[in-house]
T-cell receptor
Framework: AQTVTQSQPEMSVQEAETVTLSCTYD???????LFWYKQPPSRQMILVIR??????QNATENRFSVNFQKAAKSFSLKISDSQLGDAAMYFC?????????????FGQGTRLTINP | DGGITQSPKYLFRKEGQNVTLSCEQN?????MYWYRQDPGQGLRLIYY???????QKGDIAEGYSVSREKKESFPLTVTSAQKNPTAFYLC????????????FGPGTRLTVT
């Protein structure tokens, strides 16, 4: 079985500050991929960043970066210089080959509030 | 522009009625997925399809049915057997390759009373 856990239901940060969202996962697969998705009030799911498990280098996408700790099965998202438009639900997800298909398993989400 | 469309955005039905949610993509993706999202929860997989005329049950398939007659289309029917159908439904698509991300539609909010 594959599980993804986000232990912070809600987080808040001051505009322009840095915030880190936590995620832990568990999978028996050796070949897997990790993602962070953003869901703003419009409820459209938007890909923020992805990480291949076989890569040691942490992925970075502009103000968004991850801290991937493979041994600890941890995959946190750091948002630098937070902006009002970053306010959203953030979902961590793990994709691996299971039961004949590539499947994506999501965490419960973290609601991020940006304080002006 | 390539993308995924879901219609309608809001749908209301009476209890006991079947209802079909539409999902269309023009990304030329082979794989399509249906997820259910409840308040305070992540997305849960209902059904998925990796190729036309073939689909598989996800984690919460009971009370739902799908068809995949065309590559572009993957409609979801919420049947009267689904005990708690009120939810937000998201459709996604992807190429069938390791690690490729899924692209999501805008979702349909279904309310059953």
């Amino acid at each position: 079985a594959q599980t993804v856990t986000q232990s912070q239901p809600e987080m808040s940060v001051q505009e322009a500050e840095t915030v880190t969202l936590s995620c832990t996962y568990d999978t028996s697969e050796s070949d897997y991929y990790l993602f962070w998705y953003k869901q703003p009030p419009s409820r459209q799911m938007i890909l923020v960043i992805r990480q291949e498990a076989y890569k040691q280098q942490n992925a970075t996408e502009n103000r968004f970066s991850v801290n991937f700790q493979k041994a600890a099965k941890s995959f946190s998202l750091k948002i630098s210089d937070s902006q009002l438009g970053d306010a959203a639900m953030y979902f961590c997800a793990c994709k691996a080959f299971m039961e004949g298909a590539q499947k994506l398993v999501f965490g419960q989400g973290t609601r991020l509030t940006i304080n002006p | 522009d390539g993308g995924i469309t879901q219609s309608p955005k809001y749908l209301f039905r009476k209890e006991g009625q079947n209802v079909t949610l539409s999902c269309e993509q023009n990304l030329n993706h082979d794989a399509m997925y249906w997820y259910r999202q409840d308040p305070g929860q992540g997305l849960r997989l209902i059904y998925y399809s990796q190729i036309v005329n073939d689909f598989q049950k996800g984690d919460i398939a009971e009370g739902y049915s799908v068809s995949r007659e065309k590559k572009e289309s993957f409609p979801l029917t919420v049947t009267s057997a689904q005990k708690n159908p009120t939810a937000f439904y998201l459709c996604a698509s992807s190429i069938v390759a390791r690690g490729y991300e899924q692209y999501f539609g805008p979702g349909t909010r279904l309310t059953v009373t």
